[in-house]
């Protein structure tokens, strides 16, 4: 997985390199995926969660002692998803290229994509 403060340009001639053709990212930093989407032909797989919404309700539970694994769905709200496969339609449809989202589980994501 290419991590956002790695610099887009030596990662790529790094995996082009190596005939990589495909990169996975959180798309946390907007800035490096536009410049994914905008200088590859690379086909980006997408974690559909929401970072910033994930991150908040994971400190709130942390906040609340909620730790135990059987409030980690909670801490994942479905609009963490569905913001996410929303966001990445758009993008895929202003660049025209397509993007692969990873662990779809929620109904309305998939009505977004059909």
Do not use: C, W
Not at 14 to 25: A, M, R
Not at 56 to 63: V, Y
Not at 68 to 88: F, L, Q
Request: hydrophobic share 35%.
């Amino acid at each position: 997985m290419i991590k956002d403060t790695e610099k887009p340009n030596v990662i790529l001639k790094t995996l082009g390199e190596k005939g990589v053709n495909f990169i996975q990212t959180m798309e946390k930093n907007p800035h490096h995926f536009i410049d994914l989407l905008e200088k590859t032909d690379y086909l980006l797989g997408v974690h559909a969660e929401n970072d910033s919404i994930v991150t908040a309700r994971t400190q709130e539970h942390i906040e609340q002692g909620l730790t135990d694994v059987k409030y980690h769905p909670d801490a994942r709200p479905a609009i963490a998803e569905i913001e996410t496969v929303s966001r990445m339609i758009e993008f895929a449809h202003y660049y025209n290229k397509p993007i692969y989202l990873h662990h779809l589980s929620t109904k309305r994501s998939l009505e977004l994509l059909s």
